[in-house]
Nanobody, 122 residues
Framework: VQLQASGGGLVQAGGSLRLSCATS????????MAWFRQAPGSEREFVAG?????????SYADSVKGRFTISRDNAKSTVYLQMNSLKPEDTAVYYC???????????????WGKGTQVTVSS
């Protein structure tokens, strides 16, 4: 599967952005999809994840709970990350990733897209 993230940009603190991750290849609806982010000098960290089955439990990092929402459209083979109430500490390169199993560990995600930069100014 190939993944392409988009939607990043520069936004003021308190603003919103929606990231999209378009996928190509077979069986999108069978993948666990997740967003990770990596700030300069920091390790890549899990942000949010969504299973392939409808009604599955969504997972969020504590730092984004209540502000970010992950969703997916299997018909469009696309996963989204709606980011509200953005903070300067949300500044990072955001990556989408896919896995055959539910996981929050970057090392367990075999498929990655190129990142999209999100910059939040104070």
């Amino acid at each position: 599967v190939q993944l392409q993230a988009s939607g990043g940009g520069l936004v003021q603190a308190g603003g919103s952005l929606r990231l999209s991750c378009a996928t190509s290849g077979r069986s999108f609806s069978s993948y666990y999809m997740a967003w990770f982010r990596q700030a300069p000098g920091s390790e890549r960290e899990f942000v949010a994840g969504i299973p392939w089955w409808s009604g599955g439990i969504l997972s969020y990092a504590d730092s984004v709970k209540g502000r970010f929402t992950i969703s997916r459209d299997n018909a469009k083979s696309t996963v989204y990350l709606q980011m509200n109430s953005l903070k300067p500490e949300d500044t990072a390169v955001y990556y989408c990733a896919a896995s055959y199993r539910v996981t929050t560990m970057s090392r367990d995600m075999p498929y990655w897209g190129k990142g999209t930069q999100v910059t939040v100014s104070s």
